[in-house]
């Protein structure tokens, strides 16, 4: 069974940083790309970042980019989001997801339960 | 950037009735559209790939259709559980993007 746990979730001051983490487990890790999504509460779901199997290709939505950093260590089964210069607009939940090829499409078949990050003062 | 639009932002139905969601992209994305459910305080669930594919264990009820820049979703008989929202997403670009989404409510 797939099964994709985040953690690294709480509160942070606006312009503090933090890192999520995401461990996989079920699967090869490292014959799949994998996406950081988040998802405001109340709102719509947001695509935040990418990464290809290897680490070479990375990809991030303009309202992240110079301020979040994805990464992964295959040895580990796992997947990072360094989040810097943190914003309260930045809060949300954020969902570590595996992207799957499907008919040649890529889609994203299996989902984490996600973890809170709130930003307040 | 490709920006998604789906139609209608919400809708009221009932159990039984025959449900439609479009999805409409800025340009052309072939059949690089998928389609998700999310019921309250939880995942998103992958409904449909490559516009039309059912994903397995997803009941034949749901079915999509379209390629270009028009496509579907549609919920032939409403069950219970169907009331949620609904999300359809392009793979078209690496930079990957949402729709708004569709609520489904209860009429």
């Known amino acids: 069974e797939v099964q994709l746990v985040e953690s690294g979730g709480g509160l942070v001051r606006p312009g503090g940083s933090v890192r999520l983490s995401c461990v996989a487990s079920?699967?090869?890790?490292?014959?799949?790309?994998m996406i950081w999504v988040r998802q405001a509460p109340g709102k719509g779901l947001e695509w935040v970042s990418g990464?290809?199997?290897?680490?070479?290709?990375?990809a991030y939505a303009d309202s992240v980019k110079g301020r979040f950093v994805i990464s992964r260590d295959n040895s580990k089964n796992s997947l990072y989001l360094e989040m810097n210069s943190l914003r309260a607009e930045d809060t949300a939940f954020y969902y570590c997801?595996?992207?799957?090829?499907?008919?040649?499409?890529?889609?994203?078949?299996?989902w984490g339960q996600g973890t809170l990050v709130t930003v307040s003062s | 950037d490709i920006q998604l639009t789906q139609s209608p932002s919400s809708l009221s139905a009932s159990v039984g009735d025959r449900v439609t969601i479009t999805c409409r992209a800025s340009?052309?994305?072939?059949?690089?559209l998928n389609w998700y459910q999310q019921r309250p305080g939880k995942a998103p669930k992958l409904l449909i790939y490559?516009?039309?594919a059912l994903q397995s264990g997803v009941p034949s009820r749901f079915s999509g259709s379209g390629s270009g820049t028009d496509f579907t979703l549609t919920i032939s008989a409403l069950q219970p559980e169907d009331f949620a929202t609904y999300y359809c997403?392009?793979?078209?670009?690496?930079?990957?993007?949402f729709g708004q989404g569709t609520k489904v409510e209860v009429k």
């Open positions: 997801v595996r992207d799957k090829i499907g008919l040649g499409i890529p889609n994203f078949d299996s």
């Open positions: 079920g699967f090869t890790f490292d014959e799949f790309g």
């Open positions: 990464i290809s199997w290897n680490g070479a290709t990375t």
């Open positions: 340009q052309s994305i072939s059949t690089y």
């Open positions: 490559a516009a039309s």
């Open positions: 997403q392009q793979s078209y670009r690496f930079f990957r993007s």
